[in-house]
């Protein structure tokens, strides 16, 4: 089975412009996450869906961050307008089921703000 | 609330040493599931290992083991004749019941294993 798709892997954007993040989760899995990952923060979790549900956002650090799940088979992770302090990697996960099941995470994607 | 506290930020250690890689956490919840992550230098996150708070039974896996103690609410994890392939930072993760499905990871502990 394949598992959690990112894409893309890496994204260098200049500050301002927009960057779209993609996220295909293990077929069957009805949650998914998006993590983002600094050295100052650690991983940290920004939103999450059920269903294709948005669940809990709180994690989303601001209204430039937007996140849809049109199917279960596809997420977007949006940052308009991207600036500097975006640059991370972004994680994507995803998992079945009740509490405590394991998240399975994506290879990440490394975007660098300049 | 919920946290978790990797105390150690790296261990440098040589090539069949015993390394323990500690693990505190903190938690008002009686169900609650503790986790732990491989990071490699790939960057990937490799689930390791999940135990739920019922169970207290240390589990070994080939080299890897851990030990739960809610006494003192810890996750220990243990790698036995460490080799270079183990070089990775460790996470340590905790969900709770009431929290639903957010899953809080510590600091992260980075293991340089030399040959």
């Known amino acids: 089975d394949a598992g959690v798709i990112q894409s893309p892997r890496h994204e260098v954007t200049e500050m301002g412009q927009e960057v779209t993040l993609r996220c295909k989760p293990i077929?069957?899995?009805?949650?998914l996450f998006w993590y983002r990952q600094t050295m100052m923060r650690g991983l940290e979790l920004l939103i999450y869906?059920?269903?294709?549900?948005?669940?809990?956002d709180s994690g989303m650090p601001e209204d430039r961050f937007s996140a849809k799940m049109p199917n279960a088979s596809f997420s977007t992770l949006k940052i308009q307008p991207s600036e500097p302090r975006d640059s991370a990697v972004y994680f994507c996960?995803?998992?079945?089921?009740?509490?405590?099941?394991?998240?399975?995470f994506g290879p990440g994607t490394r975007l660098l703000v300049l | 609330a919920q946290k978790v506290t990797q105390a150690q930020t790296e261990i440098s250690v040589v090539e069949k040493e015993d390394v323990t890689l500690d693990c505190v956490y903190e938690t008002r919840d009686t169900t609650y599931y503790l986790f732990w992550y491989k990071q490699p230098p790939s960057g990937e996150l490799v689930f390791l290992i999940r135990r739920n708070s019922f169970d207290e039974q240390n589990e070994i896996s080939g080299r890897y083991s851990w030990n739960f103690q809610k006494s003192t609410s810890s996750f220990n994890f243990t790698i036995t004749a460490s080799q270079v392939v183990d070089s990775a930072v460790y996470f340590c993760?905790?969900?709770?019941?009431?929290?639903?499905?957010?899953?809080?990871f510590g600091a992260g502990t980075r293991l340089f294993v030399k040959a």
């Open positions: 996960a995803s998992t079945l089921g009740a509490l405590g099941e394991t998240q399975y």
């Open positions: 993760a905790l969900s709770e019941s009431w929290g639903g499905f957010k899953t809080i």
């Open positions: 077929s069957g899995h009805d949650y």
């Open positions: 869906f059920n269903n294709n549900v948005p669940i809990d």
